[in-house]
């Protein structure tokens, strides 16, 4: 069956360490796409990409990285310069092209980052 | 910019009752609307979604929504609400020929018995 797969489920950083959230899709989406969620927040773009070798910063990218050199992954980094990375973080993937009807987000099923 | 305002972080209803989530949506030009589904520890799933076909859009598990385009609201009905309805749900917004979805808050569903 196709879909996203968010690796690991759980994740706890220490300060001061960067630590890295997989994203695959077995989809043929072009788009990939990762957000953050904090409770009563809603869903906060981070980074999207839609082709390999590029990507786009969101609305919140300052102290994350993103590469793009597979259409199959799409790998978020949560560097030391995040100050408050402790959230709830979703993959998803859809079509290129937001003016076609089938367009739609896939998500992943989140990784839940901690610092200790 | 395209903005989504949902009204309730918290919505109550008991078993059997009419479930209506809000959603209100701002947008310069003809938007793509969507509501997604997020239980507890888990990615979102899709609902329904209005792409500028029929205004009424029916979804999964009972739920439809209208488009209406004069009040700017979409919003997400159930004529008969279940437990297993107890979830967060988004309501997201996307302007046509761009892909990415920007998210309403959420509105947390409690059903009681």
């Known amino acids: 069956d196709g879909g996203i797969t968010q690796s690991p489920k759980y994740l706890f950083r220490k300060e001061g360490q960067n630590v890295t959230l997989s994203c695959e899709q077995n989809l043929n989406h072009d788009a990939m796409y990762w957000y953050r969620q904090d409770p009563g927040q809603g869903l906060r773009l981070i980074y999207y990409?839609?082709?390999?070798?590029?990507?786009q910063k969101g609305d919140i990218a300052e102290g994350y990285s993103v590469s793009r050199e597979k259409k199959e992954s799409f790998p978020l980094t949560v560097t030391s310069a995040q100050k408050n990375p402790t959230a709830f973080y979703l993959c998803?993937?859809?079509?290129?092209?937001?003016?076609?009807?089938?367009?739609?987000?896939?998500f992943g099923s989140g990784t839940r980052l901690t610092v200790v | 910019a395209q903005s989504v305002t949902q009204l309730g972080s918290h919505v109550s209803v008991s078993e059997g009752a009419l479930v209506l989530l809000r959603c209100n949506y701002s947008s310069s030009v003809p938007p793509y609307l969507f509501w997604y589904v997020q239980y507890p520890n888990q990615g979102l799933q899709l609902l329904l979604k209005y792409t500028s076909a029929a205004t009424l859009v029916k979804g999964i598990n009972g739920f439809e929504a209208e488009f209406k385009k004069s009040e700017t609201s979409f919003h997400l009905t159930k004529p008969s609400a279940h437990m297993s309805d107890a979830a967060e749900y988004f309501c997201a917004v996307s302007v046509r020929g761009y892909s990415t979805l920007t998210f309403g808050k959420g509105t947390m569903l409690l059903v009681s018995p």
């Open positions: 990409s839609q082709i390999v070798n590029d990507f």
């Open positions: 998803a993937s859809s079509i290129e092209g937001g003016s076609s009807p089938n367009y739609g987000y896939t």
